[in-house]
Nanobody, 122 residues
Framework: QVQLVESGGGLVQPGGSLRLSCAGS????????MGWYRQAPGKQRELVAT???????DYADSVKGRFTISRDNAKNTVYLQMNSLKPEDTAVYYC????????????????WGQGTQVTVSS
């Protein structure tokens, strides 16, 4: 069984910061790209940031300069540091990872975390 478990969400005032974590566990052999997505009420899920196995990053225009994605390959963990938060950043944040595991036989699959709520409000 492979799982991605997010943590670090919560309520924060505009201008504040939060750090999200997403840890992979189970029969993981290797992890390739990892990323964060978010879904606000009534909206489609959208890409926030991605990071490749080699550490190259990409961000949605709406979060560039405010959010930073990073990873710890030894811990199969991806992080999202969110600064200068705005009310429009309010959403459920999901992590995603491309994982090579023994879960369904030795193969690559995409996995999702359960989501963590981020609310930016005064």
């Amino acid at each position: 069984q492979v799982q991605l478990v997010e943590s670090g969400g919560g309520l924060v005032q505009p201008g504040g910061s939060l750090r999200l974590s997403c840890a992979g566990s189970g029969s993981i052999v290797s992890v390739n790209a990892m990323g964060w997505y978010r879904q606000a009420p009534g909206k489609q899920r959208e890409l926030v940031a991605t990071i490749t196995g080699g550490g190259s990053t990409d961000y949605a225009d709406s979060v560039k300069g405010r959010f930073t994605i990073s990873r710890d390959n030894a811990k199969n963990t991806v992080y999202l540091q969110m600064n200068s938060l705005k009310p429009e950043d309010t959403a459920v944040y999901y992590c995603n990872a491309r994982i090579f595991s023994r879960n369904l036989g030795l193969r690559w699959d995409d996995y999702w975390g359960q989501g963590t709520q981020v609310t930016v409000s005064s």
